[in-house]
């Protein structure tokens, strides 16, 4: 992976190293699958400790507090520090930040932890409505895969209805045409 900076995220290499452990399971040779399972999980260690010293010496200097903003708002490093418990926000400011940066508004209508779902509604007009509820949903998917994996499922609901615009007129319908009808009335 030298050289791909910035082109690995998370999920991906989740997905790249649970497909290299599937492989070794397959070859039958139980000791390699422990030794790759081991050998994975020393790393993780050294990393997320790597990681915790980074955290705590940026958190230590007084200055560095933008340092610490741009550590949290990068998707990366912040599915790494969520990844080994590091991650200084609770996850209802995980889901804001993740919701936060969408290309439509959303309102969170509900997070239930017991079962990971997180209820979303498209906040005021939201533009033209071309980008449509399914866009707005799976960008929301990808930016709490990174922020809040805590989430495991996003449903949308129905935009608040606006309220019916009634027209008060001054004249009962129909005054000032004679008594017919404005159609009649040409």
């Known amino acids: 992976m030298s050289g791909t900076h910035g082109t ?9 190293v649970e ?21 994975v999980r020393v790393l993780m260690e050294f990393y997320g400790a790597g990681l915790a010293r980074v ?7 007084a200055g560095a507090s933008g340092a610490l903003k741009a ?12 990844l080994h418990g590091l991650h200084p926000e609770d996850a ?5 930040r993740a919701l936060d940066g969408l290309p439509q508004p959303v309102e969170n209508a509900g997070f239930d932890p017991a079962t990971g779902v997180l209820r979303l509604r498209p906040a005021g007009s939201g533009g033209c409505g071309c980008g449509g509820a399914g866009g707005v949903e799976e960008a929301a998917r990808s930016a709490l895969a990174c922020f809040a994996p805590e989430v495991t499922s996003v449903e949308m609901e129905a935009p608040a209805r606006e309220p019916t615009l009634l027209q008060i007129g001054s004249a009962p319908p129909g005054a000032g045409t004679g008594g017919r009808s404005s159609a009649g009335a040409r």
């Open 19 to 39: 497909e290299a452990l599937d492989r070794l399971a397959a070859s039958g040779d139980p000791s390699a699958c422990e030794a790759a399972e081991e050998l």
């Open 71 to 82: 550590l949290l708002g990068d998707d990366l490093v912040a599915s790494l520090l969520v």
């Open 8 to 16: 690995v995220d998370a999920e991906t290499a989740g997905r790249l």
């Open 92 to 96: 209802r400011a995980r889901i804001a």
């Open 55 to 61: 955290l705590d010496l940026v958190e230590r200097d």
